[in-house]
Antibody
Framework: QVQLQQWGAGLLQPSETLSLTCTVNGGSFSGYYGGWIRQPPGKGLEWIGEINDSGTTNYNPSLKSRVIISVDMSKNQVSLKLSSVTAADTAVYYC??????????WGQGTLVTVSS | DIQMTQSPSSLSASVGDSVTITCRTSQSISRFLNWYRQRPGKAPELLIFSTSNLQSGIPSRFSGSGSGTDFTLTISSLQPEDFAIYSCQQSYSVPWTFGQGTKVEIK
């Protein structure tokens, strides 16, 4: 059974860089997109961006200037970096695997809090 | 960006009831519409992709329909595990966007 496991720092100060990594157990990112989605407390889901196994990326224009998503196929890992974070970036961040158009497998989520 | 509007925002129902959730988009998206269930404290789970295709392992009590700008998710006989938040997602154009969610609560 495919499971996504994610990790990274949960508490950041304003202006720092958020860094999260996600790995697939029981499967691979080969032939799939690896994406990141976030959910602010009590709010809906927001798509951040995604990458395929060739390294082609799509980003949400609202975050594009601050986001880098990368893939390491040798480790079966996808990573997210979001720079210059503010309190507005406080959210649960999810990694996900899927086809181009939907997300069929999700990580457990990481609560990232931005506070001074 | 394509705006997604779900209705209702919340509803109360009993085990065994049939419920319908609606998702409306700000422009036509053909049938590029997906549905997710999110149980409390858990990650979203894909239920239906491309309007009406049931994801593997999802019970047949879930069904979806629609096209263009109006879509529905129907749960034919609510089970205890279905009390959750349901979100639609358009996959017609980037950036992919989600509805604000519909909370299904126990009556």
């Amino acid at each position: 059974q495919v499971q996504l496991q994610q990790w990274g720092a949960g508490l950041l100060q304003p202006s720092e860089t958020l860094s999260l990594t996600c790995t697939v157990n029981g499967g691979s990112f080969s032939g799939y997109y690896g994406g990141w989605i976030r959910q602010p407390p009590g709010k809906g889901l927001e798509w951040i961006g995604e990458i395929n196994d060739s390294g082609t990326t799509n980003y949400n224009p609202s975050l594009k200037s601050r986001v880098i998503i990368s893939v390491d196929m040798s480790k079966n890992q996808v990573s997210l970096k979001l720079s210059s974070v503010t309190a507005a970036d406080t959210a649960v961040y999810y990694c996900a695997r899927g086809g181009l158009r939907w997300f069929s497998n999700w990580g457990q989520g990481t609560l990232v809090t931005v506070s001074s | 960006d394509i705006q997604m509007t779900q209705s209702p925002s919340s509803l109360s129902a009993s085990v065994g009831d049939s419920v319908t959730i609606t998702c409306r988009t700000s422009q036509s998206i053909s049938r590029f519409l997906n549905w997710y269930r999110q149980r409390p404290g858990k990650a979203p789970e894909l239920l239906i992709f491309s309007t009406s295709n049931l994801q593997s392992g999802i019970p047949s009590r879930f069904s979806g329909s629609g096209s263009g700008t109006d879509f529905t998710l129907t749960i034919s006989s609510l089970q205890p595990e279905d009390f959750a938040i349901y979100s639609c997602q358009q996959s017609y154009s980037v950036p992919w966007t989600f509805g604000q969610g519909t909370k299904v609560e126990i009556k």
